[in-house]
């Protein structure tokens, strides 16, 4: 079937491995982090985990975490959105990723508006983590708190939803500190001295270039490549020192060099796109690590995983962690049942 075209999109979208998310505090009685979710997923599910992540915790405790109803003002409503729609947590640890199971699933369909709610009693004293402010909230979801009736503009959600057949819905980005953020400064004289991200679309599209989360030093080169399983080079771009250099790290994205227009990738096929530096000043390239691998797929390339190698040898592939790369798409088959933008796609 033809492909269908959709403009430039990033894929996976681009997210930031980051522990340094806004911080809401909760250090008074009913006090909460809450934000209003619209559901994307076609057909709806059953919501049955909550993923939080605490920043400084000073007096831990269990706290409520809620599924709730919208009131008129797009405030909680105090009532859950169904027969024990919540469930207890233990808010012990600092910068710790929590995932708590509600005593009952939420029930929800496309389109749903509701409520997720972290709310304390007294004497607690932490910190739930929103999505940095770099990211945005373009409408839905809208964080609010500690109030119950302060929204709060221009960050993400606090929280992910998990699904009972382990989907996970996230805010555009990422959820904050969903994962351990990490670097790798590569070069010529690295070991590794090759990374990225081995992947298999879930449905052929029509890839034009690429994105990385990168810091370049300065006079640093590189070389972007797209290989496929048999480590040819089907794409390529080339950075040269010239470029722009940022070593606190900046999200990146260029075309191919040597494929005007675009390189058509097949479902199912394996392919890596890999950043190869090419002197000897260092490019970092930034990765996380993450215990539940849904995390991964939620963001798009279901299956995708960090690769590595050095002097051009055997890869080594570790399904636990991503570098922060990723291709830009601007035309998809969209004949395969299921697969459409929730699969991970962001405009540029």
């Known amino acids: ?44 599910g059953n919501i049955r985990y909550i993923h939080s992540r605490t920043g400084t915790v000073t007096t831990g405790g269990t706290a409520d975490v809620r599924v709730e109803t919208v009131d008129a003002s797009g405030n909680p409503s105090g009532t859950l959105w169904a027969t024990n729609t919540n469930g207890s947590q233990n808010f012990a640890a600092s910068n710790t990723l929590y995932r708590t199971q509600l005593t009952a699933d939420a029930t929800v369909a496309l389109g749903d508006l509701l409520i997720v709610m972290v709310q304390v009693p007294a004497s607690r004293n932490f910190n739930i983590v929103r999505s940095p402010s770099t990211i945005g909230n373009r409408g839905f979801p809208y964080p609010g708190g500690p109030g119950l009736t302060t929204k709060i503009d221009l960050t993400g959600s606090p929280f992910a939803l998990e699904y009972s057949d382990g989907i996970i819905e996230h805010p555009v980005g990422v959820l904050a500190g969903a994962v351990t953020p990490a670097s790798l400064a590569v070069n010529t004289g690295t070991t590794p001295d090759e990374v990225g991200l081995l992947f298999s679309p879930v449905l052929t599209c029509r890839c034009t270039g690429w994105w990385a989360h990168l810091g370049v030093a300065a006079s640093a080169a590189y070389e972007v490549r797209l290989l496929n399983a048999s480590d040819t080079v089907l794409a390529s771009t080339t950075m040269s020192a010239s470029y722009t250099t940022n070593a606190g790290g900046r ?40 215990y539940n691998n849904a995390f991964f797929d939620s963001l798009g390339l279901p299956g995708a995983q960090e690769t590595t190698r050095v002097n051009a040898g055997a890869w080594t592939d570790t399904s636990a962690q991503r570098f922060q790369c990723g291709l830009v798409v601007d035309a998809i088959n969209n004949a395969v049942p299921g697969t459409t933008f929730s699969q991970g796609m962001q405009r540029l």
């Not at 999109?9 to 006090?31: K, R, S, Y």
């Not at 990738?265 to 190869?276: M, S």
Request: hydrophobic letters at 45%; charged letters at 10%; proline letters at 4%.
């Open 251 to 290: 999200l990146y994205s260029a075309c191919w060099d040597n494929v005007a227009d675009g390189l058509t990738l097949t479902a199912g096929t394996t392919y890596r796109v890999v950043i190869l530096p090419t002197t000897a000043n260092t490019v970092t390239c930034y990765r996380f690590t993450a």
């Open 1 to 44: 079937m033809a492909l269908i075209s959709v403009g430039s999109q990033f894929w996976p979208q681009p997210f930031i491995a980051t522990t340094v998310g806004t911080a809401i505090l909760l250090d008074a009685d009913t006090e909460a982090a809450w934000a209003i979710h619209s559901i994307q997923r076609s057909g709806g």
